[in-house]
T-cell receptor, first 117, second 112 residues
Framework: GAGVSQSPSNKVTEKGKDVELRCDPISGHTALYWYRQSLGQGLEFLIYFQGNSAPDKSGLPSDRFSAERTGGSVSTLTIQRTQQEDSAVYLC???????????????FGPGTRLTVT | GNSVTQMEGPVTLSEEAFLTINCTYTATGYPSLFWYVQYPGEGLQLLLKATKADDKGSNKGFEATYRKETTSFHLEKGSVQVSDSAVYFCALSDPANNDMRFGAGTRLTVKP
């Protein structure tokens, strides 16, 4: 079946512009995560959606970052007034998040490589 | 809050050497523990997992045992191959809310 997809795969933008990154999770997965992976760095948690609950936004680095998830499926990560330090690979993952949530594997998309010039 | 600390890299080994990548965690409850792997040019994928204390996860010759007493989940392999060259991430999942936290990643290079 289809895995997690992300678009675009690459995005080059000028400093100060806004960008939108899209994630299509696996059908039926109720949990969706966004991460940022900077060159040579680990995974930085950004935001987490679980069903209809309020998202966990504790990882968003500034108020220029926001995300939404429409209809419990597709998610969009928006970065306003981009800065050069925003350049990174943005990864999306989804999981089944079964009741109790124990041991659910996350399935990752291929990522969007964002370059801010 | 929950967090994961893993051994800093990079790690360079010769083929057939023994591998250990250390991982320790801090959690308020009883998390599930994971190792993910990212091969060059590919996305992250699950390598192995353990959901309760003393469980051992294993896959592709890799093993890790969930040690509650030492809050650790060290990754081991007895004989590494060149094809094991990748970045390895330790992670935990909080069963109360499915919140997931990753370590910084450890880059492994295996030379022939």
């Amino acid at each position: 079946g289809a895995g997690v997809s992300q678009s675009p795969s690459n995005k080059v933008t000028e400093k100060g512009k806004d960008v939108e990154l899209r994630c299509d999770p696996i059908s039926g997965h109720t949990a969706l995560y966004w991460y940022r992976q900077s060159l040579g760095q680990g995974l930085e948690f950004l935001i987490y959606f679980q069903g209809n609950s309020a998202p966990d936004k504790s990882g968003l680095p500034s108020d220029r970052f926001s995300a939404e998830r429409t209809g419990g499926s597709v998610s969009t990560l928006t970065i306003q007034r981009t800065q050069q330090e925003d350049s990174a690979v943005y990864l999306c993952a989804s999981s089944l998040a079964l009741a109790g949530g124990h041991g659910d594997e996350q399935y990752f998309g291929p990522g969007t490589r964002l370059t801010v010039t | 809050g929950n967090s994961v600390t893993q051994m800093e890299g990079p790690v360079t080994l010769s083929e057939e050497a023994f591998l250990t990548i250390n991982c320790t965690y801090t959690a308020t409850g009883y998390p599930s523990l994971f190792w993910y792997v990212q091969y060059p040019g590919e996305g992250l994928q699950l390598l192995l997992k353990a959901t309760k204390a003393d469980d051992k996860g294993s896959n592709k010759g890799f093993e890790a045992t969930y040690r509650k007493e030492t809050t650790s989940f060290h990754l081991e392999k007895g004989s590494v191959q060149v094809s094991d060259s990748a970045v390895y991430f330790c992670a935990l999942s909080d069963p109360a809310n499915n919140d997931m936290r990753f370590g910084a990643g450890t880059r492994l290079t295996v030379k022939p």
